[in-house]
């Protein structure tokens, strides 16, 4: 025996063929990689620019500094040819132009108070015991000046500080572009899954039309993915079809047992009938050609029987054209001969239950009345026709309903037939506790989801306009099949 391959084998394999028939794809993790790494890109030149620049301000810094250097060097130096006021005035323009850096100078007079200082705060308790420098400053006219040069670690810390929350501010501002830049590229990859979301979820409202139609996937996994679920739709497709052909295989057995019982109640039954009818007919005139004193009694017993046998017989005949509507001559049905038996089956109703009046209205359009249609969609229209108006009868309290059919299109090419029938009866509360009783409705919507079609169950008034009423409607494309004809029917 063959063994039967798994149904997730088969769709895998389908969407791997289905994948590599479409457009070269780039797989997610190489997509990911490959913009992450333009990002790392731009984020060092971004680093390396901002570092340059950086590096260009501190150097800048440091050579002025050194030149503020000299300059007080150079000052000093030929400080003992000019006057104190002098001295101290190019001091404190060389100070106004640009401070030491990381230095401070500092010049005591000989009674020790101090004349000049390059630092206005002084040094801290833990400055005191660093080293510095000395020398005397000899003047032209008055004791030697204390030249004190010594470090002032403060401004380097304050540097240092600085440049450190620079470099972090730099780093979490690039961080945050590479994470929105990858939040942005990853949401440009995945952006494809928005429009297989939207198509399954129409899938879970029986449509699988985008399924069908997914547009190729820029990434490999995600048209993998898309692959797969196109595989699906088409294979949903094919096992719902073998669910249509199932149902009208298991419709057409029935109407062929109904066809069956038509046959033998025409052959058996309606033969007897008429030789019973012909032998209460003989008897009747056997007795006046006697004329029995019985006779009268008899003739009105075989009255009463021969009335009996002709109500009998068309029951019979009503009942077979029920069970055989559209005829057993193997001709195709048309619009108008569908037409005359829907007319017989509402008038029928007239006399079964009283005060409910049907009426039918045939419409057909551009086509012409006589076009032909396929047997499978007359007969299931004649049974979705006597299904609702028997529900009107039993269940719906109604006073009036009303069948209609339209052909849509020319006669040589009809387009669709629309089918309706509504009443004004008290409606359905709960529609899906209705198809859970039974209330017929099931058998209806199996016969028209048979043919492709699909059937609409609304109320005919809006809420609070008196009784709601009911419309069942159904529209049957005559594409849904090749040539018109039901796949699988006859």
């Given at each position: 025996?063959?063994?039967?391959?798994?149904?997730?084998?088969?769709?895998?394999?389908?969407?791997?063929?289905?994948?590599?028939?479409?457009?070269?794809?780039?797989?997610?993790?190489?997509?990911?990689?490959?913009?992450?790494?333009?990002?790392?890109?731009?984020?060092?030149?971004?680093?390396?620019?901002?570092?340059?620049?950086?590096?260009?301000?501190?150097?800048?810094?440091?050579?002025?500094?050194?030149?503020?250097?000299?300059?007080?060097?150079?000052?000093?130096?030929?400080?003992?040819?000019?006057?104190?006021?002098?001295?101290?005035?190019?001091?404190?323009?060389?100070?106004?132009?640009?401070?030491?850096?990381?230095?401070?100078?500092?010049?005591?007079?000989?009674?020790?108070?101090?004349?000049?200082?390059?630092?206005?705060?002084?040094?801290?308790?833990?400055?005191?015991?660093?080293?510095?420098?000395?020398?005397?400053?000899?003047?032209?006219?008055?004791?030697?000046?204390?030249?004190?040069?010594?470090?002032?670690?403060?401004?380097?810390?304050?540097?240092?500080?600085?440049?450190?929350?620079?470099?972090?501010?730099?780093?979490?501002?690039?961080?945050?572009?590479?994470?929105?830049?990858?939040?942005?590229?990853?949401?440009?990859?995945?952006?494809?899954?928005?429009?297989?979301?939207?198509?399954?979820?129409?899938?879970?409202?029986?449509?699988?039309?985008?399924?069908?139609?997914?547009?190729?996937?820029?990434?490999?996994?995600?048209?993998?993915?898309?692959?797969?679920?196109?595989?699906?739709?088409?294979?949903?497709?094919?096992?719902?079809?073998?669910?249509?052909?199932?149902?009208?295989?298991?419709?057409?057995?029935?109407?062929?047992?109904?066809?069956?019982?038509?046959?033998?109640?025409?052959?058996?039954?309606?033969?007897?009938?008429?030789?019973?009818?012909?032998?209460?007919?003989?008897?009747?005139?056997?007795?006046?050609?006697?004329?029995?004193?019985?006779?009268?009694?008899?003739?009105?017993?075989?009255?009463?029987?021969?009335?009996?046998?002709?109500?009998?017989?068309?029951?019979?005949?009503?009942?077979?054209?029920?069970?055989?509507?559209?005829?057993?001559?193997?001709?195709?049905?048309?619009?108008?001969?569908?037409?005359?038996?829907?007319?017989?089956?509402?008038?029928?109703?007239?006399?079964?239950?009283?005060?409910?009046?049907?009426?039918?209205?045939?419409?057909?359009?551009?086509?012409?009345?006589?076009?032909?249609?396929?047997?499978?969609?007359?007969?299931?229209?004649?049974?979705?026709?006597?299904?609702?108006?028997?529900?009107?009868?039993?269940?719906?309290?109604?006073?009036?309903?009303?069948?209609?059919?339209?052909?849509?299109?020319?006669?040589?090419?009809?387009?669709a037939l629309h089918w309706r029938v509504e009443d004004d009866g008290v409606g359905i509360d709960d529609l899906d506790a209705a198809w859970r009783r039974g209330s017929g409705?099931?058998?209806?919507?199996?016969?028209?989801?048979?043919?492709?079609?699909?059937?609409?169950?609304?109320?005919?008034?809006?809420?609070?306009?008196?009784?709601?009423?009911?419309?069942?409607?159904?529209?049957?494309?005559?594409?849904?099949?090749?040539?018109?004809?039901?796949?699988?029917?006859?």
């Amino acid at each position: 025996m063959q063994r039967s391959t798994p149904l997730a084998a088969v769709l895998g394999a389908q969407a791997r063929a289905d994948a590599a028939a479409v457009a070269p794809t780039v797989s997610l993790t190489r997509l990911i990689a490959r913009r992450s790494a333009l990002i790392i890109v731009i984020v060092v030149v971004l680093a390396l620019v901002l570092a340059w620049v950086r590096t260009e301000r501190d150097v800048g810094d440091e050579l002025g500094g050194a030149m503020v250097l000299a300059r007080l060097a150079a000052t000093l130096s030929t400080s003992h040819t000019r006057s104190d006021d002098d001295v101290l005035a190019q001091l404190h323009a060389l100070e106004a132009a640009q401070r030491l850096r990381h230095l401070r100078l500092v010049v005591h007079d000989a009674q020790g108070r101090t004349v000049y200082a390059s630092d206005a705060a002084g040094p801290t308790a833990a400055d005191a015991h660093t080293p510095a420098v000395q020398w005397d400053l000899p003047r032209p006219s008055a004791p030697a000046w204390r030249v004190t040069l010594q470090p002032a670690p403060d401004s380097e810390r304050a540097e240092a500080l600085a440049s450190t929350i620079e470099s972090l501010l730099m780093m979490l501002l690039l961080a945050a572009g590479a994470l929105a830049a990858m939040a942005w590229s990853v949401r440009r990859a995945l952006a494809p899954l928005d429009a297989m979301r939207h198509a399954i979820v129409r899938a879970e409202s029986h449509d699988r039309d985008a399924l069908r139609h997914l547009p190729p996937m820029p990434v490999t996994e995600l048209e993998a993915v898309a692959a797969t679920l196109r595989h699906l739709a088409r294979a949903l497709d094919a096992a719902q079809q073998r669910q249509r052909l199932l149902t009208q295989q298991l419709l057409g057995v029935q109407e062929e047992e109904r066809q069956r019982i038509a046959r033998e109640l025409h052959d058996e039954l309606g033969q007897r009938l008429t030789a019973l009818r012909a032998d209460v007919a003989w008897l009747a005139r056997r007795l006046d050609e006697r004329g029995d004193r019985f006779g009268d009694e008899v003739r009105t017993v075989l009255a009463g029987i021969a009335a009996h046998g002709e109500c009998l017989q068309r029951e019979v005949r009503d009942l077979l054209s029920r069970l055989n509507p559209l005829g057993g001559d193997g001709a195709a049905p048309t619009l108008q001969r569908l037409g005359e038996r829907i007319e017989a089956l509402a008038a029928g109703w007239h006399g079964v239950r009283q005060g409910l009046r049907v009426t039918v209205h045939i419409g057909h359009g551009d086509a012409a009345a006589d076009v032909a249609l396929p047997g499978p969609l007359a007969l299931t229209v004649y049974r979705i026709t006597q299904e609702a108006l028997t529900n009107v009868a039993r269940h719906a309290q109604a006073t009036r309903a009303h069948v209609e059919l339209r052909l849509h299109g020319d006669a040589k090419r009809p387009q669709a037939l629309h089918w309706r029938v509504e009443d004004d009866g008290v409606g359905i509360d709960d529609l899906d506790a209705a198809w859970r009783r039974g209330s017929g409705l099931a058998g209806l919507h199996e016969r028209v989801w048979a043919l492709g079609a699909r059937l609409e169950c609304e109320p005919l008034h809006p809420a609070g306009q008196g009784r709601p009423g009911l419309r069942l409607s159904a529209r049957f494309a005559f594409d849904a099949w090749p040539g018109g004809r039901v796949a699988g029917g006859a």
